[in-house]
Each structure stands twice: as C-alpha cells, then as structure tokens.
C-alpha cells in the first residue's frame, strides 16, 4: 500500500520569512504523526499546505500515491475534494446550526442517501458521545464538547487523513489530558492516519507513532517518540523535548570540570573522543537523570520545591545553575546544604547552539 | 458621625448626575415627544380619535404614508443587495486594489443625498436632463429615456447613497469573522458557492438585517431626496408632506396637527424597526470572531477579476464623481441652461457664495451650530452614558428608558416637537431664531452620542476604576486622570459622528429655519425651490468642500494627535 501522506521538498515563503524549508516526509498509512515545535515554526503552515489552504512555493505533495499538490506543474487539488477531516484550534463549528447539523454537513455536501446520513452522523455523535446534546446548539455547550462536535464532523466523513491543528490548546489542562485517549480512541475504531500539530511535547509522546521536531521552517529530527527523547539530533530538539539542564565544561588533564565551579570537584562521566579543542562545550542531562550520591561533584542546594510526588532542586556548582528532581523518597538533600551528585548519561554540545527556550 | 456619611451618600455625585441626566433627557427629548403625542391625539382638552382617523382618509395624507413605506422598502432592499454584494467582494474575492475600493465605497457615506439628487435631477430629468438630452439627440428619440423624477429614480438615488450602511455593518462582520468556519466547511467538502450560501451569509446575517433596518429607519424619514425629485410631480411621502401642509399655510395650528399625527406614525414604523432590530440583535449575534488573525481564503475570480473590478469602478464613478463634478460644472455656469464649454464658465458664483449675505450667514450658521451641538451633545453623552453603563444608583431605569428614546425620533419628529415645545407655550420662545435648531439637534443627535460613548465606557472595565480608587484617588480624580482618557476616541468618534452630519442636516432645519437662521442645507434647498439652479450648486459646491475637510482632515489629524498622545 502506499503511504498516506508523501511530502517532497515542500516549501512556503511569506515575504521575507521562509516558513517551511523543503521539507521531506513520510507518513504511513493508519500513523500517528505529530508536528512539534515552538509557536511560528511552521507547523500550521505546512498542515494547511497538506490540507489544500495554501498552494506550495517548492515541492510536491502526494497521498495514497496520488498526486495532491505540485508546485511544478501548477497543479492543486482543492481541499473539498482532498476527503480529509481537519479540526481547528478554535472548534469552527458553525453557530447557526446544531450539534447534529453541524456534523451531517459534510455527508449532506456528498449528497448521501438520507438513511446513510442519519446513520453516520448518529454513530460519529455517538462515539464522541454528543448523542444527548444533537439538537442543541454549539454555543450552550462547553469547550471541550464544542471540540467533540468538529471531531465527530471530521470523524463522519471517514476521512483517510485526519488533520489536527492544536486541537487541545484552548482546553482546561485536565480537559486537555481526557480528550488526547478519545482522539486516540477514535483513531483506533475509525483507523484514520492522523496528522497532530502541537507545541506541547507531551502531548505529542503521548499520542504518537512517530513525530517531528521542526525550528523555523526546517525539520530538526523525525522519529519514535523515545528515540528522539533519548537520541536528540541537537541541543535544539534535546532542550525542546523535555526539562533540561545545560552545564558549561572545560576538560582538564582527562577530568570534566564545571566551567566557573572548578572548586567543586570534576564530573563523572567519559569524554568523547572527538572533542575539538578549539569549540567550547556544554554538557547536557536531564534532571531527573542527576542523583544524589555519597561522592561525586559537589553542589549546594539552593531552593527546594515540592510538585507532587516530586521534588524539584535549584542546586548550584559554583556558580552554574542546575535543576535536578528526583521522587519523594530519594530526596534526602536539605536547603542550604552541601551534596554531591552523579550524571547517569552526558551529552555533549557547542555551547554556541540554541536551546528552544532562547528561540 | 453615620448619620453624616448617609446623608452625603444619598446626595452624591451619583444622584445629581442621575437628576441632572433625566433632566436633559426629558427637556430636550421627551417633553417634545409628549406634545406631539397631546397634539395628535387630543383637541380642545379632548380625547380625539376621530379626527386621527378623519386626517388618514384624506387621500393626500394616506397616499403620504403609501409612498414612504414603499420608497423605505425599495431602498431597503436594493440597498441590501448591493452592500452586501459589494462587502462580499471585496471580503472575500480576490478582486484588485481592495484598500482603496474600501476607501471608496465609504465616500458615499459622506455625500449628502440631496446634493446629489440635485445632480442627477440636472442630469436625467425629463425635460431638461442633460444626459437625456444627449441620449435624445444621439438615438433621435422623441421623449426623455429614462425619469429621474418618479418613485422609481426617488428609490435609486436614495440607494445610492444608504447602501454604505449595509456596507460597512456586513463588510466589517466578515473581516472579524474567523476563516477556519469557512474552511471546516470547504475541508468537509463544500465548493465555495456552497460556503457562502450555507455557512458565510447565515454566519453574517444579524449584521446584514441591522444595516437593512438602519436603511429602513432613514429612508422612512427622509426628506431631502423625495423633496427635490418628487415633490414637482407630486410625490409626497410623509416628511414631505408635513413640510408641504406646514409651508403651505404659514404654521397654522391645523396644519401642526396633521403634521403630528402624521409624525406619530413615524415614530410608531421606528420604534417596530427598533424592536425588530433588538430581537434579529439579541437571537442571531454569533460568536464569530477568530482568535487569531488570519486570511480567509478568497474566491479567485479568475476571468471575472477585471471586469468585476471595472463595475465596481463604473459604479463609483457613476454614483460618486459624476454627480459631484456636475455639481461643480453647474455652479461654474454663468447662466442654467448652457453647455459646459469653457467660454460659458465663470468663477463669479462661487465667489458670491462668500459675499452674499444670505449664503455666508448660512455658512457660518452651520458651522457653529454644528459645533456647538457636536460638542454639549457629546459632553451630555458622556455623562448620561456614564450613569447607564457604570453608576449603581436608583430610579436608574428611568434614564435607561428615557436614553433610548432619542432612536426612534426621526429628524421631522424632532422639529414638530420643537415647535410645538419652544414657541412660547412653556414660557419659552425660540421660534425663528437658532436656538430652535440648536436644541432639535441635540435632540436629533443624542443618540449617537450615547452609543459612541456607552460602547466605549463598555471597553473600560470596572477594575481599572476600582485599582485608581484603592490607590486613595477621589471619584472625581478618577474620572478625570483614568476614565475620561480611556475613552477619549469614543469621545472625538461622538463629536465627528453630530458634527458632520449636523454641518449638513436638511431635514430638521427645513421645518425651523428663520429669516436669519438659515443652514447651509435650508440655504441650498432654498435657491434649488426658487429655481437658481446655479447659485444651489455653488453654495453646495462649497459645502462639498467644506464636508470634505471635516470628514478626512480634520479627523485624521484629531485621530492622529490623540495617537501620539497615547503613544507618548
Ligand atoms: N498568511 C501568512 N502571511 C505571512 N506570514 C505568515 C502567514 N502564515 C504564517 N506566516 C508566518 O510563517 C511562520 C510560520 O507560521 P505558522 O505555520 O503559523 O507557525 P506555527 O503553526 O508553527 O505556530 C510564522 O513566522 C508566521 O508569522
Ligand atoms: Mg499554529
């Protein structure tokens, strides 16, 4: 079978700003893929170029191995006859009709036999469960379930593709959690390829097959969730992924020693082999993958903060910041004191290359 | 010590501005109101509903009514058609040069309508028309082509020059509109004709019936354009007619009363098309605004792009610059009548606007007046809007009530009402002079400076009141240093919203204007009636210019410095 989705070279510029970079990508039939980065680094950019909103500066687009869009031959095939299901950041459903209108819309648009209609929409109202609310409408009725009603008008269609742009950002925190398993959920009964754009990294390891990390315009890693957890391409993607602690080094007769805490004592951990002398160099870990231990350098904890079952540590190494957390019952380091800690998995990068938080 | 505290409360700042507010109100709207009510309705200290009936059957006065609903429906939905035609093009088509079509299709908001029937009454009245009389020689026709002086042409022009309310009410809904409910519809599967029908018009139409009821409400009442076009043939609607009873027997008593009774159904037709326009309001208003800026997607016109953009042009051209450089042409003749060659052209009448003594006193009547009205109906907004939207205080739904009243007068209402109330029954006598007018157009105008300012005190939340109090400011100092500068642009939008149509108001002036107090507007009407075509069209000329100035520079420049004051 051919893949879902087959992006190549694909390219928009808006004036000056390249807003995605040719751009290369596979998506499988029945996947999971999510779109993540920073707010502005394209993604919606290119999830309308799939869906037919925009035309293409470079590149071309194809799904189910036919053509979709083609810079190079002029060639677009408008977005209604795509036969994708989209849902919007901000619900777009339609005011002026009913919850059960809303998501008949589409099958009445294919003109269906009106039996097939009624059924459809009844079994897409029926698995985000709406079926109590059809002859409402939207208005009366919460986020959350305004976001249902475009799911079930996406799901009534039975798209191939379903796309999502930050279907969840404008959802309570704990909305935003229940509703991922339903997205998820659906996927699994109807067997849509989904396309998710986020910039919240959890919510795209939670939800995904595979995913995408992209930094203004240009993809910065494709892969599994955990693998690009545990394999960043760059310090880019690692910063981005996840909590991270970058700690500036100098490598002395063989040892690491903390650039500005030198006192303190020197890292355990190997050095790479390839080193080149003449860059200086951030070592990168995650807090959670720091522990507190008998020796090792030494650091003195600055502020001490409870988040649950964890506990989050402000400690400094001379004078360089770190943040380490560790579960409640291994928190033994008290404020003010002095303790020592070990790195379990360094990173090496050019202290010279962005982090997420700086872009 | 208590006791004291509760004293003072019960007189406060609150109470006064209530008092003062409700005295306004009653004085300048409702006191009027009430006598047009009493007169209409009452004879000899009489219930008098026969002689109600008795004026409705004469045919004259019945077919006055005739005319005004189906000339207010005609322009009511030819208006509606093309504004929001026109709204849709240029929202949501990729028709060129956009900025400045939008631009454009606001200047007919700024021509007064009976400038421009004069225009086209030079231009396509039967006898004398100069485009049917060209069109006359060209094809050897034997009778005029087309009538401008009928009910038909009364609809047209009138069109012409309301429209832009439908305009701008749907033109500005489908720029908030949020793209993606379009485009949910169009990745569902719908074309875009399907879009615009199903989800685009339904999504805009609460604004659409607002700006057609706002049409309806005007033309229902208007006098300047039935008067220059149809009254020399007859056609009289309701304002016309009032006029004509009035004028015809020199203000008798029976005359005002047919006029009342007359301007009491329009008042009825005002306050229905309120009503009206509160339910389509209050049931249709969707929350149809994007969250995030972006651009809908466009219908490409592809073949159609030029052409449809020459109609646009055509039409501006046709209901814009044509009626305007005829007037200018016509106030340039030396004599009516002539061609427009150059050998017949003279400057000598817009110069004599400005010596003779009747149309430079007409100028500087309207504008101050103008002013002086834009500038206490403002300050009188701001204080009644302030007790409705902000102040908790008692009996405030007395103001609430009286504060929508002024919405439902129409500009002949206004004056019957003055008369009645201002010619010496209360004491007071302002007939023939400019006091008259000066407080029919407060009346006149009250309601727009009550909505201009209660929409922008709505902006200002409570919180920034109550932090500048907590910060130990008086109520006073905090009006002063933080209300009154938050909604400074509801203010200057108030104050330009009076002063330029008072600068050019017709109807209301017709029915008070003295030997001295003539407007520019009474002044223009006046010479056009007295058949010196050519000095009308000087004088309006020169008013032309003069709303010109008010309309783009006077306002850029006020928006502009409060700009850089804010910014600063
Ligand atoms: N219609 C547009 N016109 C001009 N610039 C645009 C337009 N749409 C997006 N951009 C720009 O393209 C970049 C990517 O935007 P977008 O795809 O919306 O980012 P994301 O969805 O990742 O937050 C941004 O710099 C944005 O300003
Ligand atoms: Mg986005």
Known sequence: MSAALELKDVTKIFGSVKAVNKLNLTIEQGECFSFLGPSGCGKTTTLR???????????????????????????????????????FQAFAVWPHMTVYDNVAFPLKIKKLPKN?????????????????????????????????????????????????????????????????FEIK???????FTVIYVTHDQAEAMALSDRM??????????????????????????????????FIPVKVKNGQIFVDGGEECGPVNGDIPKNLDPSIEYDIACRPSEIDFAPDGVRAQVVRRTYLGDIVDYLLKIGNVELRVQKPRRHSTAQLGETCHLRFNRLLWYDRKEETASKT | MSKAVKVQKKFGMAEVALIFSIAILVVVVAVPVIMIFLTAFFKDGHFNLAGVVEVLKQKDTYLALKNSLIIAFG????????????????????????KALNAMFMVPFMLPSFICAMAWKVLLSPRSGYINKMLMAMFHLDSAPIDIMTMGGIIAIETM?????????????????????????????????????????PLVMPSIVAGALLVCLYSLAHFGVPSILGVEKGIYNIPTKIYERIYASGGSYEAIRVGTILATILVICATLILKLQNVVLKKGRFQIIAGKSMRPVVLKLRGMRWPLFIICVVY???????????????????????????????????????????????????????????????????????????????????????????????????????????????????????????????????????????????????????????????????????VVPLIRPGMI??????????????????????????????????????????????????????????????????????????SA
């Open chain 1, 49 to 87: 170029m799939i869906a037919g909103f925009e035309n293409l500066d470079e590149g071309e687009l194809y799904s189910g191995g036919k053509l979709f869009s083609s810079s190079y031959k002029h060639y677009y095939l408008p977005p209604e006859k795509r036969d994708f299901g989209m849902v």
């Open chain 1, 116 to 180: 097939e209609i009624a059924e459809r929409t009844e079994m897409a109202l029926k698995a985000t469960s709406l079926t109590k609310e059809a002859e409402m409408f939207p208005q009366k009725l919460s986020g959350g379930q305004q976001q249902r009603i475009a799911l079930a008008r996406a799901v009534a269609i039975n798209p191939k593709v379903m796309l999502l742009d930050e279907p969840l950002s404008n959802l309570d925190p704990h909305l935003r959690e229940e509703m991922r």
């Open chain 1, 185 to 191: 959920a659906l996927q699994d009964k109807f067997g």
């Open chain 1, 212 to 245: 995408l990390v992209m930094k203004e315009g240009v993809v910065q890693q494709v892969g599994g969730p955990l693998d690009i957890y545990n394999d960043p391409a760059n310090k880019f993607v690692f910063s981005f992924i996840g909590l991270s602690d």
């Open chain 2, 75 to 98: 322009v009511t939905l030819f208006s509606t058609i093309i504004g929001v035609f026109f709204a849709w093009l240029l929202a949501r088509t990729d028709i060129p040069c956009k």
């Open chain 2, 161 to 201: 020059y309301l429209f832009p309310f439908v305009f701008l009410q749907v033109s500005g809904a489908l720029e908030r509109m949020d793209p993606t409910l379009e485009e949910s519809a169009r990745i569902s599967g719908a074309s875009l004709w399907t879009i615009t029908r199903k989800i685009t018009l």
């Open chain 2, 316 to 482: 501006l051209l046709l209901t814009v610059v044509m009626p305007t450089v005829t007037i200018f042409l016509i106030g340039g003749l030396k004599t009516y009548g002539l061609s427009f060659l150059p050998k017949n052209m003279t400057f000598a009448n817009y110069a004599e606007v400005f010596q003779m003594k009747m149309t430079r006193s007409a100028i500087w009547n309207s504008v101050y007046l103008s002013t002086l009205t834009a500038f206490v109906t403002m300050l009188a907004g701001v204080m009644i809007s302030y007790v409705i939207v902000k102040m908790k205080v008692k009996g405030k739904f007395i103001l609430e009530f009286l504060g929508v009243l002024p919405y439902s007068l129409p500009g002949t209402v206004i004056a019957l009402g003055c008369i009645l109330t201002w010619s010496g029954k209360f004491g007071i006598n302002l007939y023939n002079t400019a006091g008259i007018i000066f407080v029919a157009y407060i009346a006149r105008y009250m309601a727009f400076s009550i909505k201009s300012n209660s929409a922008a005190l709505e902006q200002v939340s409570d919180s920034l009141e109550e932090a500048s109090r907590s910060c130990g400011a008086t109520h006073w100092q905090t009006l002063t240093h933080i």
């Open chain 2, 493 to 566: 939008n108030a104050f330009f919203l009076i002063f330029l149509p008072a600068l050019r108001e017709l109807t209301t002036s017709v029915l008070l204007y003295g030997p001295t107090t003539r407007t520019i507007g009474v002044a223009i009407y006046a010479l056009n009636e007295d058949g010196e075509t050519v000095r009308a069209a000087a004088l309006a000329g020169i008013a032309l210019i003069i709303i010109f100035i008010g309309e783009t520079f006077i306002k850029g420049l006020l928006a502009r410095l409060d700009k850089t004051k804010r």
